[in-house]
RNA sequence: GGCGGCGUAGCCAAGUGGCUAAGGCGACGGUCUGCAAAACCGUUAUUCGGCGGUUCGAAUCCGCCCGCCGCCUCCA
């Protein structure tokens, strides 16, 4: 059974099969570093790292590529207003970008080509699209003429004409066509530049990423990714450039994440209703941001409010107990022979495992089901609870535990929603004093001196740890 | 105006022609506990925005209506 994705150019699931068998080439349009990044451009950040690494997983060799857009008109804009240099500008949200990717525990892709680093070959890619006619020049500017590209509209599903007629209306008259864009733009004074045929100039927008994907992934590339405002223009328009100069298709498959709204509303900087991911993650765990988004298809547009983070933040935390359990629990390594030998109460919950895990891989090679599976997930958790619920973690039932614990592990290695180190640990002296304390409050028990356990175990949690008793003994966790 | 999406329990959210409509949060009852916490067991949508139609059979397909949103301009 294969990866199933939908396309967005066909608008149909289709079978992924990738242009070299076992390899996949994968672009996403990362940021224009001019800010801290928002909550709403950390969704396709999460989702695609996690799609990209769950290809991995099923065995693919995954060459990402994630550009740096740090020539740009709203970093100029900003540098301007801070009176400042653009690369400094660029320079210090590049820096922001990716200490807020490593919180958000986003692996870095296999290369993070940045624009400036690659005028060369957007020139190179202008001047071949110039010497087919396909560009023109006008006034130190060089337009891409979307005319000369039959296929100009598909991706959007939009028709030139009707494109034509709903166009602005303060379009520059000498344009050919009001739905030409810029590939060049000459200089203006105080802005970066760079030399050119066509004399000093910048890139402009979409050319960058025709340029970089086609110089890391080749002229034709497996998935090209990205937020479903880009698909008209700029996606269309990297289409038109990249057919243009020779690309026989460009990307095969386009993936498209939906938005995510706040109150209803898009989150912009115009409707000043922005919540950078910086901010979030001084109240809440990045592993619940990553929860949230994969409880929701990458596809369809969610709903931003603490309310549902918190209800998330829930949801994680009966994940993350369950996990801390299976940590305490003796590892069998899977064993054949004694596979055999169990009897039939723990053959029954290998059985089920089983069968939540075909259905969990089942949804996520269904484009990407993340959602589906994250339900899978949460079956496996309540099987291990089942279990622990049982008696003492011992003999078969620490053989099945030790399946469960890898399985979640396995899953971990994409998803990365898991905390190794918020088990109650076994060693150190801060573990040795916490263990002494909870066997003097455990006496004052005995002893019903209530009050005083009460007041130990009220203090510690306001610490942040928090106190279990059990029938089995106490336990403590760190919380958050 | 053109194009597209969405509306499933108190809330979040899967499911797009046929097994009992996943899963999470919450709530309620029970087990355990000195009380909690965590966990377990049970209950919580005879019905999928509304009205018609197609079909042996529809949340799923078609039509109309109501409500919400996005794109068409920089935007994840």
């Known amino acids: 059974m294969g990866i199933r994705i939908y396309n967005t150019l066909t608008k149909k699931k289709e079978d992924f099969i990738p242009i070299e068998p076992g390899k996949v080439k994968f672009y996403l349009c990362g940021p224009t570093v001019y800010d801290y990044f928002h909550i709403g451009n950390a969704r396709p950040f999460i989702v695609f790292d996690v799609f990209r690494r769950y290809l991995e997983y099923r065995g693919f060799d995954v060459t990402f590529v994630v550009n740096i857009t740090d020539v740009d008109d709203k970093i100029i804009n900003r540098a301007h207003r801070e009176n400042r240099s653009p690369a400094d500008v660029a320079e210090e949200f590049t820096r922001a970008y990716f200490e807020d990717l490593e919180k958000l525990r986003i692996r870095r892709a296999t290369v993070h080509p940045k624009a400036t680093e690659h005028i060369a070959e957007m020139i190179a890619l202008i001047r071949k699209l110039e010497e087919r006619g396909i560009a023109y020049r006008l006034n130190g500017d060089v337009y891409y003429n979307v005319e000369k590209f039959p296929d100009y509209g598909r991706l959007s599903g939009k028709k030139l004409e009707e494109l034509q007629a709903g166009a602005r209306v303060e379009v520059d008259e000498r344009k050919r066509n009001p739905l030409d864009f810029a590939l060049w733009k000459a200089a203006k004074p105080g802005e970066p530049a760079w030399d050119s045929p066509w004399g ?41 450039q990249s057919c243009g100069a020779g690309s026989a298709q460009f990307a095969r498959y386009w993936m498209h994440n939906g938005f995510l709204n706040i109150r209803g509303e898009k989150m912009s900087k115009s409707l000043g209703n922005v919540l950078t991911v910086r901010e979030i993650l001084k109240q809440i765990s990045p592993e619940v941001i990553r929860l949230f988004f994969l409880q929701k298809h990458y596809r369809s547009p969610i709903n931003y409010s603490e309310d549902i983070l918190e209800e998330t933040e829930r949801a994680w935390r009966r994940l993350q107990n369950t996990y801390g359990e299976l940590l305490q629990v003796e590892n069998i390594p899977e064993d054949e022979f004694l596979a055999g030998k169990l009897p039939d109460r723990a053959r029954a919950a290998l059985q089920e495992l089983a069968h939540h895990r075909s259905a969990f891989e089942e949804a996520m090679d269904d484009d990407f089901n993340s959602a589906r599976a994250i339900g899978h997930l949460f ?21 099945v535990l030790s399946r469960i614990r890898k399985t979640l592990e396995g899953y971990d290695s994409f ?34 001196l209530f009050d005083l356990a009460d007041e130990i175990r009220s203090k510690l949690h306001e610490m942040g740890y928090q106190i279990e008793d059990r029938p089995d003994g106490s336990v403590w966790k760190k919380m958050s």
């Open 415 to 448: 998803l990365s929603l898991l905390r190794k180190e918020e088990s109650p640990a076994t060693s150190g002296d801060f573990e040795k004093v916490m263990e002494l304390l909870l066997e003097v409050r455990n006496s004052l028990r005995k002893k019903k």
């Open 200 to 240: 000093k100039g910048r890139p402009g927008w979409h050319i960058e990423c025709s340029a970089m994907s086609m110089k890391y992934l080749g002229p034709d590339f497996d998935i090209h990714a990205g937020g479903e405002d880009l698909i008209f223009p700029h996606h269309e328009n990297e289409i038109a």
């Open 379 to 399: 079956e496996i958790v309540k099987l291990a609870n089942r279990i622990l619920a049982e008696g003492k973690p011992e003999g078969e039932r620490a053989y």
